[in-house]
């Protein structure tokens, strides 16, 4: 296993969760990766290495915060995304 794959960003299964719940018929493959790149680029950068390491650490509602956040982003990135398009 590499340093790499021992590493996770907390934001990125909550921002896969935020576009799960705005997806749409329509929406491709493609624009959901951009969507998701673009929300997480926007968000602040919360490294792990064991999930329930990350859940003792959290303070009281942190986690909701960071969902609220992830949702945000998400939202943001998919207007940015569809204005941003190319043909």
Same mark, same amino acid.
């Given at each position: *296993?590499?340093? +790499?794959?021992? @590493?996770?960003?907390?934001?990125?299964? =909550?921002?896969?969760?935020? @576009? /799960? /719940?705005? +997806?749409?018929?329509?929406?491709? $493959?493609?624009?959901? /990766?951009?969507? *998701?790149? #673009?929300?997480?680029?926007?968000?602040?950068?919360?490294?792990? +290495? &064991?999930? #329930?390491? !990350? !859940?003792?650490?959290?303070? %009281?509602?942190? =986690?909701?915060? !960071?969902?609220?956040?992830?949702?945000?982003?998400?939202?943001?990135?998919?207007?940015?995304?569809?204005? &941003? $398009? +190319? %043909?």
């Amino acid at each position: *296993m590499s340093l +790499r794959d021992a @590493i996770d960003n907390f934001y990125e299964p =909550l921002v896969a969760e935020a @576009i /799960e /719940e705005t +997806r749409q018929n329509s929406d491709s $493959q493609d624009y959901l /990766e951009d969507v *998701m790149c #673009v929300a997480l680029n926007r968000l602040p950068a919360k490294y792990y +290495r &064991h999930s #329930v390491d !990350m !859940m003792f650490y959290l303070a %009281d509602g942190e =986690l909701d915060t !960071m969902k609220k956040n992830a949702l945000t982003a998400v939202r943001e990135a998919r207007e940015f995304v569809r204005s &941003h $398009q +190319r %043909d």
